[in-house]
């Protein structure tokens, strides 16, 4: 008889297949305030590599939101970020050409406030840049972003 030894418990029980998935994953964006401009990075992974949009990732089991938010700023900006608090939550999803969904993220985003220090690019930012509300809604590709930072622009008014 031969004796069996369990196996140790995946720290994600759930696959991690981020790319035509079964199920919607957890993600947050971070509008990263300093003074009227937000930072804004450029991707360097799909879904939008190469586009312009804020800072974000996946959450981490065990990791509430805004944890995930300030994490995900510091690995992307090397940013140390006060949160503010949600502005929204949204779906991001990306289909191929024959319809299939290829990426489904449930977002939510973050305001925060960094009101010092150098960003750079770091993890999954080619670049990084402060820009005004004007020059979000230029340079981002996907219209979700500049509603993300006007709808933050309007609750840091309140």
């Known amino acids: 008889m031969t004796k069996k030894t369990a196996k140790p418990a995946r720290k994600n029980p759930v ?3 981020r790319r035509y998935p079964a199920r919607p994953f957890v993600a947050v964006g971070i509008v990263i305030w300093r003074s ?3 930072l804004l990075i450029r991707r360097s992974k799909p ?3 190469g586009e312009w949009g804020l800072p974000g990732g996946m959450q981490d089991l ?3 939101i805004v944890e995930a938010a300030l994490r995900e700023a510091r690995e992307e900006t090397g940013l140390e970020v006060t949160p503010l608090g949600i502005i929204t939550a949204l779906d991001g999803i990306t289909r191929d050409a024959k319809g299939n969904v290829e990426f489904h993220y449930t977002i939510i985003d973050i305001a925060g406030e960094s009101l010092e220090g150098e960003a750079y690019a770091r ?3 080619h670049e990084v840049r402060w820009a005004t509300l004007d020059e979000v809604e230029r ?3 996907w219209p979700e972003v500049a509603r993300i930072v006007r709808l933050s622009a309007l609750q840091r008014a309140l």
């Open 123 to 125: 993890t999954d930012a």
């Open 15 to 17: 696959p991690d297949d």
């Open 139 to 141: 340079l981002c590709g």
């Open 47 to 49: 879904p939008r590599a």
């Open 62 to 64: 065990g990791e509430t």
């Open 36 to 38: 009227d401009k937000v």
